[in-house]
């Protein structure tokens, strides 16, 4: 049964079943053998002392089927309210989540500059998967397509409450002649508030570079948007022909209104025109989101190139700039136009995203990925996925792939992180977590899973490796941004001398960042 779990604020409860032992293991042992008969496993995916994968621990590689308390009273635990903010029962809990794969950025880009101009950013807009998603991971990574799951954790300071990490990582990127030929379609704005500085003028430098840096084989076309889109450059390749890129580029030049929703159909149009077989097809929109002409609905300007989204499998990247950004647009636009998002704010950000992100974005090595975790009921009381509230998927479509997924590439790591609490003197098997994706060429489906038992669990968070302490950092400075409490949270001074010692002890510049913004937020508050 599906559950409101990530409601911001609101904790999950879940309750011991009640099932005899005996009759649960038979359950189990029926499902498993339904679940070795069903499911199609991919190969590869290192495993340590924490991880592993789910075949050689359990027997089978999904996750445990649903368990449900019987809708026993559940408005009170060890003092502290639980239920629905309305009900004294609680639904009856399935110990599921599951949730499509997401890589976008965008939200912590926007509050580090939202910050940086001495402003809060409005609550909204704080998606914190995409805070936890910007920093650097060091998960093992397997050979070919696909994925491995490595599943971690820490104890916090709350009594009986863990932070449970769940990291995929795709293989590392080939190397830049390895990959296939990209068809790429920009569809940029230039209405009158591109004209902002750092708007059109980074696009427009940021452009020129990619140029330079993309292959002969590759192909640009660019389209452009104000009260109206037109087709400025058809698909070209660039072999020969980039200088007539580079012209097209130089003459973009600001208008009038923000007809975004006509930029987005020309421009997959424009792309289908260009198709390119055995080539990723992609259409790149760069934009600040405010679109006060033509149509402004997400859903309604999908459903007008649906055709082209899904016969021809043109994806979407979404590149954010602007100090006023439509953030909501952009996010839905690329949610649902099965893409992502990244947020532009400076040189630096430009470098990163069209050199090193946009590259990694080329290839595909798995699409419509999905997640799914499953929490044992006889160590774990209550859960909470911490954020990923727009790409949640219903528990029973976790196979199901006519649903949408995460289109995934080389070098890219997932991860998702649990607010977690376990039984007092739990000793056990605490969760299983299983990746679903679809190989990119043939799409044929595959699964890989890893495990953690409450022993590896560290003893706290400061104990934990650094990359863990950073994505927990990360977390709870979303959770502070937009007041969910999440159970742990030290605060802002706590977590910026967290932060900046950890920036000392990787001397890692993202970190470094991170410490930063954590001290523009206390010095706005």
Known sequence: METDRTRPGQECTHHRTRKPRRLRATLLALTAAGGLLLTAC??????????????????????????????EDSSEQDGEQTGAPDDKIAPPPDYLSTFALDVDTASYGYARRALAEGRRPDSSTIRPEEFVNS????????????????????????????????????????????????????????????????????AKKSLDEM????????????VTFSDEAATVLPMTRLGGHRGQVHDAVDELETQSATNLGAGVETG????????????????????DGLANTGDTNADSILDRIAHERRDHGITL?????????GDALMEKLADKGDGHTAYVADDADAHKVFVGQLPQNIDLTARDAKAQVAFDPETVTQFRLIGYEDRKVADDDFRNDKVDGGEIGPGHTVTALYAVRTRPGADG?????????????????????????????????????????????????????????????????????????????????????????????????
Not at 211 to 222: E, F, K
């Open 42 to 71: 991919g190969a590869g995916g290192g495993s340590d002392s924490n991880t592993s994968n789910a075949n050689n621990r359990t027997g089978f590689p999904a996750p445990a089927p649903a368990v449900t308390s019987g809708g």
């Open 317 to 325: 990247f979404g590149v954010g700039v602007g100090s006023d950004y």
């Open 268 to 287: 997959y149009a424009t792309a289908t025109e260009g198709l390119r077989k055995g080539a990723t097809n992609r259409v790149v929109l760069i934009s």
């Open 135 to 202: 920093f650097r991971q060091d998960y093992d990574r397997p050979d070919g397509n696909g994925f491995t799951v490595t599943v971690d954790g820490a104890r916090t300071d709350k009594s009986d409450w863990s932070l449970v990490r769940v990291g995929l990582a795709t293989r590392t990127a080939d190397s830049a002649t390895e990959r296939p030929p990209a068809a790429l379609t920009f569809v940029i704005d230039v209405s009158g508030s591109m004209s902002e500085t750092g708007r059109l003028d980074l």
């Open 211 to 222: 140029t330079d840096r993309l292959h002969d084989d590759d192909s640009v076309a660019l």
């Open 429 to 525: 098997h605490l969760a299983t977590a299983s990746v679903r994706w679809l190989d990119p060429n043939t799409r044929a489906p595959h699964e890989e899973s890893g495990q953690l038992e409450t022993d590896a669990l560290h003893d706290s968070l400061n104990s934990a490796p650094a990359a863990f302490q950073v994505t927990a950092v990360a977390a709870y400075f979303a959770d502070t941004l937009r007041s969910t409490e999440l159970p742990g949270n030290p605060g802002l001074t706590e977590l910026a001398s967290r932060a900046h010692t950890l920036a000392k002890e990787t001397e890692d510049k993202d970190v470094r960042q991170l410490a930063e913004a954590i001290d523009e937020a206390r010095r706005a508050d």
